[in-house]
């Protein structure tokens, strides 16, 4: 298989490769089989989150309610900074 990177990255790949002794084809094998790890990792998150909110156990808010109640947190953690001891 061939890959086609562009010049920033490969210049990137080149200077790793340097840095490290390991060929660029091992870094590129390795990069790739951690992304794919990743993204398995992330697909099962998302399929356990899914599964959470058909069932019924999770009840999933509205995005202005998320932001308010993120608003409200950080408030919360400014003022117990900012609270007297």
């Known amino acids: 298989m061939e890959v086609n990177l562009q010049p920033d990255l490969e210049a990137k790949l ?34 356990r989150r899914y599964d959470d909110i058909e069932s019924g156990r999770v009840k999933p808010i509205g995005g202005e309610e998320f932001f308010e109640r993120l608003r409200q947190r950080e408030e919360a953690l400014l003022n117990q900074q900012h609270a007297p001891r």
């Open 14 to 47: 080149n200077q790793l490769s340097v840095e490290t002794g390991r060929a660029k084809d091992e870094l590129v094998q390795d990069a790739m089989a951690g992304y794919f790890d990743e993204l398995a990792r992330v697909r099962e998150m998302l399929d």
